[in-house]
């Protein structure tokens, strides 16, 4: 767990100065196209830290409450993960 918490404050950081990236890019009147390419890499950015909570808590979590009997709580929050996912 450890590693997945550096690794997703790592990517967390990156997300934050690209933020602020995006900030100045409208403020300083960039071209629309060089702040929508960059607003992309900002969403694939949180998409990929929202995988790896996904995988640790599918891989920990969910299999913790299975293993203890508790398969409605993991269904309910596979469920809601997964049509968290689609919007």
């Known amino acids: 767990m450890k590693t997945n918490k550096d690794k997703l404050i790592r990517h967390l950081k990156i997300i934050e100065g690209q933020v602020r990236g995006l900030q ?47 398969t409605g709580k993991a269904t309910t929050e596979i469920l809601k993960v997964y049509k968290l996912k689609r919007k």
């Open 24 to 70: 100045k890019m409208i403020d300083g009147g960039t071209y629309c196209i060089d702040v929508i390419t960059q607003t992309s890499a900002v969403k694939q950015g949180l998409s990929n830290v929202e995988d790896t909570l996904m995988e640790g808590h599918l891989s920990h979590c969910v299999v913790d409450q299975m293993k203890k009997g508790d």
